[in-house]
Structures are given as C-alpha cells and as structure tokens.
C-alpha cells in the first residue's frame, strides 16, 4: 500500500441546513455507505464509502478501490457509478441519489454531474480536494449542463471520525 498524504485531522462538518429534508431511510443510506467505508479502512484503502439509491433501492455499493485494483478512478463514487449504470444498463442515472461519507473530489463531482444525477448527499467536507463546497461547486456550477442537489453533512461526524482514525493508524 502506498502511503497517501495524509488528511488534515480537522475534518470539518456543516449540518445539513438547505430545503432537502433528511429523513431515516437517507441516514440509513448513508450508515451503508460508512459501513462500506469501514470496509475500505480495513483493507488498507482510504475509508470511503458511496451507495447510489433510485426509487428507494441501493442499486450499488462501493468502497474505494484505488490500491487494491491499482486505479487511480477506483474511488468510492466512481465505482459506484459504474454498477448503478450497469445495473440500469444506461449511464444516464437521472433518478439516482448519490450517499458518499466525504465530499467528492473534482475527477467524481465531474462523473457525478456527466451521469445526471439528481442529489447528492455527503458526510464530511475536504478541505483539499473537495469540489462540492470546499474548493470548488462543480455540481451546482450554472456553467455546466447539468446541476445536482446537494446536501452536506449527512452523518459527518462519523465520516470524518473513520478517516481521522485511519490515518492516524498509518502515522504510527
């Protein structure tokens, strides 16, 4: 396993406060995708973790993937992405939300607005490489041709705890 940068401790997490409601089956959603990010950190991969949901259903779970399958696009959404368009066979997911433990870099925010997502809720931001509000607002950038709910801090205390406590493990 390569040794990564590590993430600043101060993971920071803003409670949700926009007009989305976040309501219990969205927490349960997001407690598969931190149970896939455990998964991760027990592999050695960064503990990311992403479900894709349409109509209620998780239609996929991820985890990332970048060590194990030496992919530097093996992150959490990404594959994710991938078997929620295989398991619809179309890669337009236009009726898919997105639950991920930390906010999406720039290369899966990019992939997140090219499947036409509809919603994206997360834990915790990144301070140094989150493209959703961090450092920059690829999935609500009117530029682009495609714009995608966005609702922060879903269970972000916990995302952020099972990253610090990760790196903290690769530091000793």
């Known amino acids: 396993m390569s040794t990564a940068a590590?993430?600043?401790?101060a993971l920071s997490v803003e409670p949700s406060s926009n007009a989305i409601r976040v309501g219990e089956s969205d927490l349960a959603f997001?407690?598969?995708?931190?149970a896939?990010?455990?998964?991760?950190?027990?592999?050695?991969?960064?503990?990311?973790?992403?479900?894709?949901?349409?109509?209620?259903?998780?239609i996929a779970v991820?985890?990332?993937?970048?060590?194990?399958?030496?992919?530097?696009?093996?992150?959490?959404?990404?594959?994710a992405l991938r078997r929620a368009a295989a398991s619809l066979?179309?890669?337009?997911?236009?009726?898919?939300?997105l639950y991920v433990t930390m906010e999406p870099c720039p290369m899966c925010a990019g992939?997140?607005?090219?499947?036409?997502?509809r919603r994206v809720y997360y834990g915790c931001h990144d301070p140094k490489a989150g493209a959703v509000r961090s450092?920059?607002?690829?999935?609500?950038?009117?530029?682009?041709?495609?714009?995608?709910?966005?609702?922060?801090?879903?269970?972000g205390t916990e995302a952020a705890g099972l990253l610090r406590a990760f790196f903290e493990r690769l530091r000793r």
């Open 30 to 34: 997001m407690r598969q995708a931190l």
């Open 36 to 58: 896939a990010a455990e998964f991760a950190g027990g592999r050695g991969e960064v503990p990311v973790g992403a479900v894709v949901v349409v109509d209620g259903r998780a």
């Open 135 to 155: 450092l920059y607002q690829i999935l609500d950038d009117r530029r682009l041709n495609h714009r995608v709910d966005i609702v922060p801090g879903v269970m």
């Open 89 to 97: 066979g179309s890669w337009r997911l236009t009726d898919a939300d």
């Open 62 to 79: 991820a985890h990332n993937e970048r060590e194990t399958a030496n992919d530097p696009t093996a992150h959490a959404e990404v594959v």
């Open 6 to 9: 590590p993430l600043p401790v």
């Open 111 to 117: 992939a997140i607005v090219n499947a036409r997502m």
